[in-house]
């Protein structure tokens, strides 16, 4: 009995281990038939289920640096990101670079930007912020702005980036481009022709497409000094030329006044927005006039 109950107890005890070495050697490969139907009953550690890592947070949109701020509106005025849902703007919204500033067709709106320089945009109007870069203690060569008309018209009063870095500053228009010494001027696109008019208040404007360019300029009563205040180009293969009677276009045009202090500064503390920047650079920085 004694001698049997050994034997037993010998045979069952390498069977333990060889069932213990055969579940946690291979645990890729040969699995037991219980194991096999049950994978639930293997540690975690051995299962050969996919083991997938949890998906990465995704990251916070970096939050746009203020370039302008909207100091009046009347009517319905929107603003469009690349890829964003449309925002509806009212006073003191912030602007930014790459915004499409759409008005309907009886909505109007100024907007101050950091420069200094204002705009005043029509109804029913299309106009894109393409690139925008000023900072108060930049070098004027690094100053910019370049804008897009796409449809309707403005009103502007600029700032100083013209003033201190006169290549920097551009306006597109569907037929030509605008570039200006420090001034205040108008555009209006044509609804019928796509042509585009421009009127001349203070300063000089150049006009310039691939047919050639002309400046306009304010007229000095007190000198008599010859100008041309008005100017149109038909299409995009017309030469610009001016005229001698106001455009019909700048009959009822927004009013528009300068950018006060208080406008520029509060650039600064508006609150940034959460939409992915689609191009061009930004800063505003805190910038005072006077």
Known sequence: ??????????????????????????????????????????????????????????????????????????????????????????????????????????????????????????????????EYNFKKDAAPAQEKSVMSIVKGGFRTITGSIPKQNPDGYKVNTPVATIGVRGTQYSTVVSTKNKGSVFKIDKGVIVVKNKSGSIEIRECDITNGTKCEPYAEVLGPDSKPVAVEVMPAEFSNEPPISPATAKDISDIGSVSGGSSTSGGGSSSSGNFCIG
């Open 1 to 130: 009995m004694m001698l049997s109950s050994i034997t037993s107890r010998c045979i069952f005890i390498p069977l333990i281990l060889f069932s213990s070495t055969v579940l946690y050697a291979a645990p890729n490969n040969s699995l037991t038939p219980a194991a096999a139907t049950d994978k639930t009953a293997l540690p975690p550690a051995f299962s050969d289920a996919n083991h997938t890592q949890p998906a990465p947070a995704k990251s916070a949109k970096p939050s746009l640096t203020p370039i302008g701020i909207v100091i009046w509106t009347k009517g319905t005025i929107q603003a469009l990101q690349p890829k964003e849902t449309a925002r509806t703007l009212s006073r003191r919204s912030p602007i930014y670079v790459s915004d499409v500033i759409k008005t309907d067709a009886t909505s109007t709106g100024g907007i101050a930007f950091s420069d200094g320089g204002v705009i005043s945009l029509r109804a029913d109007t299309e106009f894109k912020i393409d």
